[in-house]
């Protein structure tokens, strides 16, 4: 056990010593001293560990620093690149949405420019269509024209030809004839119509239409001259006709049935009651029927209570294919006199030369 202790200390180097060794006082002291030392090498060591450690840990709080500052570099740069990053990212969409919106707002604009031609092209095409369909609407409306202009012209023609057919006995026209024989029936057409056939009557022939009663037409001839416009198919009732016509001018504008009758024996056209004539023939009948239902005489009763008792005027047809001048002229002529001899009647002569 002692060798153990002493080889202990041998070993120790006099850092150690044994408090046996040592005389009491000593001891004390030695231990004193032991203990101030240990507490020195206690306290050095501790003093170098705390300078260790705080070397340590001076050296560590520099790297630390260091660390810190380098991980808040690291940080910064980090945080920088991921800015950085982000930012190019942002502009890296961004650019890809402006080369997009560019992409776009290009294929927009030929799309546009496109539309911009198309629809320029599309007003000069509805333009276009406007004129063809108006052009189409007008030449319909002028073809319906035509038509109705056609349709016309025909009824006109129509209408003339059965004018101068039914003029052929001399007796009235009546409008239900015409309306009946030429319009199908259809009378509200007929006064547009009888209007243009007068138009075409009196441009083309030289006739005039004029209603002599309620819905009863003549057709008188128009053209002024100094001949008489008395037309017959029958020569003898145009002579009788103009000698009946002239008595009663000469007469006073209009004559008793008697005195028609003795200027007839006079003549020796009619032998007392026989009205029967060779040339002539029947000039009861002319003179009160047909001579009178053709317009050309008019006659009136005298007396309403003796229904025998007549007498005669122009009727409206002789009025109008008759003058008063030619009737002076024609008995001036056989007599030999100038017109103005007959006073009376030359003063209507100039009346009707006024009119």
């Not at 052009?135 to 002028?142: D, F, L, Y």
């Not at 007392?272 to 029927?289: A, K, R, S």
Request: glycine share 4%.
């Amino acid at each position: 056990m002692g060798r153990k202790r002493g080889f202990q200390r041998e070993s120790s180097d006099d850092l150690f010593f044994d408090s046996q060794d040592l005389p009491g006082p000593s001891r004390a002291g030695v231990s004193s001293q032991r203990r101030t030392r240990l507490s020195t090498l206690t306290e050095s060591h501790m003093s170098s560990q705390d300078i260790a450690s705080t070397s340590s840990q001076r050296r560590t709080r520099p790297s630390t620093l260091m660390e810190s500052h380098m991980s808040s570099q690291y940080i910064a740069s980090t945080s920088s690149q991921r800015r950085t990053r982000t930012s190019a990212l942002t502009e890296s969409h961004m650019s890809s949405q402006d080369i997009a919106s560019t992409s776009s707002q290009r294929r927009t604009r030929p799309s546009t420019l496109m539309e911009s031609h198309m629809s320029s092209q599309d007003i000069p095409s509805t333009s276009s269509q406007r004129r063809t369909r108006t052009s189409a609407v007008t030449e319909s409306h002028m073809s319906s024209q035509k038509m109705e202009a056609e349709k016309d012209t025909q009824l006109i023609s129509s209408v003339i030809r059965y004018l101068f057919a039914a003029d052929r006995n001399k007796q009235p026209i009546q409008k239900t004839h015409i309306v009946k024989n030429v319009l199908a029936g259809n009378s509200k057409m007929f006064r547009s119509i009888i209007d243009k056939v007068n138009d075409q009557l009196s441009e083309v022939f030289g006739y005039n239409l004029i209603e002599v009663e309620n819905n009863k037409y003549i057709m008188v001839n128009e053209i002024e001259n100094d001949v008489p416009h008395l037309t017959f198919r029958d020569s003898h009732k145009q002579v009788l006709l103009y000698l009946v016509l002239v008595h009663i001018f000469m007469y006073g504008e209009s004559c008793k049935e008697e005195v028609l009758w003795d200027f007839f024996r006079h003549l020796g056209i009619i032998n007392n009651d026989n009205f029967q004539h060779e040339y002539f023939g029947d000039v009861n009948q002319l003179v009160t029927v047909e001579f009178v239902n053709q317009r050309y005489l008019e006659r009136t009763m005298i007396d309403k209570y003796d229904p025998t008792k007549f007498e005669y005027s122009w009727g409206s047809r002789a009025k109008n294919e008759l003058t008063y001048r030619s009737a002076l002229t024609f008995v001036g002529e056989i007599y030999g006199c100038p017109i103005n001899k007959w006073k009376l009647q030359y003063k209507a002569v100039d009346e009707e030369d006024i009119e």
